[in-house]
């Protein structure tokens, strides 16, 4: 059974699309996360939700949108792609408050932007 | 200065050799300490987490240094499936926030 889903796996777009990545986790936790892996492999956190509310939101440009509809989903919609958007997204999920916070990662979504 | 910091390799070693790798981290309130190993192409996944007291898994001893702000990810008889990027992450919990920081990663090639 797929901990931590994500769809779709691959995605190409052109410049100044929307487009929205979707992710499910059945473990059961109650916090997911977005991350962007850029081409030089750096792995860095978009955002965290908590039981559907927002927890952290780093520097990232409001065209990206995360959607929490329940603990189990976490959706991430971006407008207006630009070439930069180009990356893996990872979403990811934890149980907030069981040391030592383990997250758990989905499968990636492959986004480039032509 | 980085927050995690790796020796990014890569590391090439034949089959059945020891390797080390280090990591230094930036922040003394981090609270708790992981090695994630990321295929190529795939997603990162959780290798071990990493106490004070040290931890051993088979071939994999992890290490903290508090003192230091130092973790290390010993593997010994490496084996050519574990090629892959291992990643060294801190996460730091600050009120409500919950965040993990990824170092860059170091490329370990086993060859036969």
């Known amino acids: 059974d797929t901990a931590v889903s994500q769809t779709p796996k691959y995605l190409v777009t052109q410049m100044g699309n929307d487009k929205s990545i979707k992710c499910e986790q059945n473990?059961?936790?109650?916090?997911m996360y977005w991350y962007k892996q850029d081409s030089k492999k750096f792995l860095k956190i978009m955002f965290s939700y908590n039981n559907k509310e927002l927890i952290i939101n780093e520097t990232v440009p409001n065209r990206f949108s995360p959607k929490s509809p329940d603990k189990a989903h976490l959706n991430l919609h971006i407008n207006s792609l630009e070439l930069g958007d180009s990356a893996v997204y990872f979403c990811a999920s934890s149980q907030w408050e069981v040391f030592p916070y383990e997250q758990y990662f989905g499968p990636g979504t492959r986004l480039t932007v032509t | 200065r980085k927050e995690v910091e790796q020796d990014p390799g890569p590391f090439n070693v034949p089959e059945g050799a020891t390797v080390a790798f280090n990591c230094t981290y930036s922040n003394s309130a981090s609270q708790s300490f992981f090695w994630y190993r990321q295929d190529c192409r795939k997603e990162p996944k959780l290798l071990m987490s990493?106490?004070?007291s040290g931890n051993e898994d088979g071939r994999f001893t992890a290490q903290l240094n508090r003192a230091s702000q130092y973790i290390s990810l010993l593997i010994r008889d490496s084996k050519l499936s574990d090629s892959a990027t291992y990643l060294c992450v801190v996460n730091m919990v600050r009120g409500a926030t919950n965040k993990l920081i990824f170092g860059t990663g170091t490329l370990l090639a086993v060859q036969p």
């Open positions: 990493v106490y004070s």
């Open positions: 473990l059961g936790h109650d916090t």
